[in-house]
């Protein structure tokens, strides 16, 4: 059941939709198609200065595909702000089946051999389909996202898709796109050839950090 659902999950994703379950417990899953997208621009992400100096004190190791199954977890762990979650257990063993094809994946922030926070989605092209975050201490969620982007950029990938808009990725100027065209990315990018890394370059996220600056 759970390889056929890893199917229906990238059919779903192919089609410009996702899935959501009303909660953990809610054993079944509903399909849904936003009118309109929100996007993170990955070239353009906006880093205010104080998380710039921040990801600068450089106290923390990013780690890729080291505890996806531990990130899911914590992304489904209610949190302040988020006393409800959407993963229920067959999103997350869907995801755990494709993280095992090679499709989905974890970027995490560790700091003394402790997992503190971590981001998962999906690849399909050079479209990463950003699923969740979570964060244990404060701003390394928002490192994880600076260091998401830096290796998006470095491997050409065209679309960050966040799902929906929020005020906290508005921050980070994140935006809105009609699902229409959304549809046309995935036409244009879904089927693109992107690698996606197994470590994380630090040399990545200076080139992205440079790129603000000029």
Aim: glycine share 6%.
């Amino acid at each position: 059941m759970t390889e056929d659902f890893a199917d229906v999950l990238m059919m779903l994703y192919r089609q410009g939709v996702f899935p959501m379950a009303e909660s953990a417990d809610d054993p079944q899953v509903m399909v849904i198609e936003p009118k309109m997208r929100g996007i993170i621009p990955i070239n353009a992400l906006h880093i205010p200065k104080s998380l710039k100096k921040r990801i600068n004190k450089n106290d923390y190791q990013i780690k890729i595909d080291h505890a996806f199954p531990a990130v899911i977890d914590a992304c489904a762990t209610p949190a302040d702000g988020r006393e409800n979650t959407w993963i229920n257990r067959p999103i997350k063993k869907g995801f755990e089946t494709l993280h095992r094809r090679g499709h989905a994946h974890s970027l995490e922030v560790w700091r003394d051999d402790t997992l503190v926070a971590g981001l998962y989605g999906l690849t399909l092209g050079a479209i990463f389909c950003g699923e969740s975050m979570f964060t244990a201490q404060r701003d390394m969620s928002k490192v994880a996202l600076v260091h998401l982007c830096a290796l998006l950029k470095h491997f050409d990938y065209k679309l960050l898709d966040a799902q929906f808009i929020t005020d906290h990725l508005m921050r980070f100027g994140a935006y809105e796109m009609p699902q229409e065209e959304y549809i046309l990315q995935i036409e244009q990018w879904g089927e693109a050839k992107r690698a996606f890394p197994s470590q994380f370059n630090k040399q990545w996220l200076d080139d992205f950090l440079d790129s603000k600056q000029t």
